[in-house]
């Protein structure tokens, strides 16, 4: 009986972590694809508004208030402050694979969608605004780069809205981390899973939308000429 216990535990022992690891796997996949559907919604709430929505509003925290997971009435300050992606308004799911949703104010906002969008381009967009250095971007650059610090945009294609999830641990990791404006641009780390520089791990995934994609998508539906 001892024997078998052992052999019951050494295959347990086993199949556990490759459980675990297709878990997350599948959660990935789930978020990956919430992240294409929320880039979407993104670029159609910029045809049909001439704009990118606001992150929510801060101030709201409480699920049941009415304008919980909208977009805020403004958004027009320099540099734009890094928010929660306003699902409601864009219809959009509002935690990823690894969220909990909130029931009550003082429950914390573990898996919920971070969003940081150029001023620029949340106020009413123009072919002036979008196609003259520093592109429609100005002060509120965004800048992404990979685990190594690496840039992985390019300057005249800044993303000009920022999306990412914090991933398994919850918590935003490297860069993300910071939510206030960093110098000259705000830096963000979109990579695969793996070690930081500073020895920390990296989990959170990260999509964005970029000025050239809001211009093609405008012109190919007669917003722009």
Sequence with gaps: MAVVL????????GLLPMLS??????QRNETRQQMEEIRQALIGFAVVNGRLPCPTDP?????????????RADCSAAPTE???????????SEIDAWGTKRSAAAQPWNGYWRYRVSRNFANQLSLITMTTSPFGVG?????????????ITSNTENPVAIVFSTGPDLTGNGE?????????GGTYVSDTPGSLPDGSIYDDMLVWVSRPQIINRLVATGKLP
């Design 6 to 13: 052992a052999i019951v535990a050494l295959l347990m022992g």
């Design 21 to 26: 690891g297709q878990q997350e796997r599948a």
């Design 59 to 71: 101030t709201i925290t409480d699920p049941t208030h009415a304008d919980y997971g909208s977009e």
């Design 82 to 92: 890094e928010g929660y992606l306003p699902w409601k308004t864009l219809g959009v």
């Design 139 to 151: 002060s509120d650059a965004l800048v992404v780069q990979d685990r190594n610090g690496t840039q």
């Design 176 to 184: 993300n981390a910071s939510t206030d404006f960093e110098g000259a």
